[in-house]
């Protein structure tokens, strides 16, 4: 009752609402993160593996909200997506932005024709309609693609906010952080949600240079076989003085930025 009641006040205005909010989905090993804004507009970028999906935006949404405006797949892998069926059958969504990259599973795509069928327009990234605060960096046009046999390096990659940001990657690896340098697309961001779970092929010095994120995001699961986050990207993180936050340690993370400051709440 008490968390229903202070989601009312904070929905009406009575608390102090932040420009906007970054929350970290629990999980398991896979991806899932909510953003929404100060005019309440919201988007769910990538669904993670499973169902638990909905449970997460059961504790961010109103239970009365059924609609999310902008659905975000940075790329077709199942730990990204496999939850936003039951997304879509849940929720009315506005729009569905799917990276472009050749990628012919039988769920994936079945999603996409399950997901045409109930008329929700699914656009590239470089013809999305961005909310307010929202900006693309990655990939700008089908030609900025890089070449990769690695669906991993076709990643959505998002910046959150103008003064204060948040920068979003994906599964975006090496490569795709030297196309963002070497175009001169990076800015230094308060949030940054690194790259492939923390893995050894992501988050480079050299992109941790231009961005000096203050507060770094790892969705990750408990003892993942795959053993991220790796060391060497934990140790580089540290070392340019971010703080590290992991799923795997602090369930789902909200981050809420405001003009002045930025809240930290974690499940535990």
């Known amino acids: 009752m008490i968390t229903l009641i202070t989601a009312l006040l904070f929905w009406l205005g009575v608390l102090e609402r932040p420009l906007y909010s970054v929350t970290l989905f629990d999980v398991g090993q896979g991806d899932s993160l909510f953003v929404e804004w100060h005019d309440g507009t919201q988007m769910l970028v990538d669904g993670g593996p ?15 909200d059924r609609s999310i405006d ?21 929720f009315q969504v506005g729009t569905i932005v799917a990276t472009q990259v050749p990628y012919f599973t039988d769920w994936y795509e079945g999603f996409l024709q399950d997901s045409s069928a109930r008329k929700i327009p699914i656009v590239a990234p470089w013809d999305a309609a961005w909310p307010e605060g929202a900006a693309l960096l990655y990939p700008i046009s089908p030609s900025d693609m890089v070449a990769s046999d690695n669906v991993n390096e076709s990643s959505i990659v998002l910046q959150i906010g103008d003064n204060q940001r948040a920068l979003l990657m994906g599964d975006a690896g ?9 175009q001169d697309r990076l800015r230094s961001v308060d949030v940054l949600k690194v790259g492939h779970q923390g893995s050894r092929g992501s988050t480079s010095a050299a992109f941790l240079r231009a961005v000096q994120p203050g507060i770094a995001l ?20 540290r070392d340019f003085g971010a703080r590290v936050l992991r799923t795997d340690q602090s369930g789902t993370i909200r981050v809420r930025v405001f003009g002045d400051r930025v809240d930290i709440k974690t499940t535990y």
């Open 70 to 90: 902008f659905l975000v797949l940075t790329h077709p892998h199942a730990d990204h997506v496999r939850g936003l069926y039951a997304v879509t059958e849940r």
């Open 50 to 64: 499973s169902t638990d999906v909905l449970s997460r935006l059961g504790e961010v949404m109103l239970p009365w």
């Open 174 to 182: 090496v490569l795709v952080e030297q196309r963002l340098l070497s």
């Open 218 to 237: 790892i969705p990750v699961g408990d003892d993942n076989r795959y053993g991220h986050p790796h060391d060497e990207v934990l140790n580089r993180l």
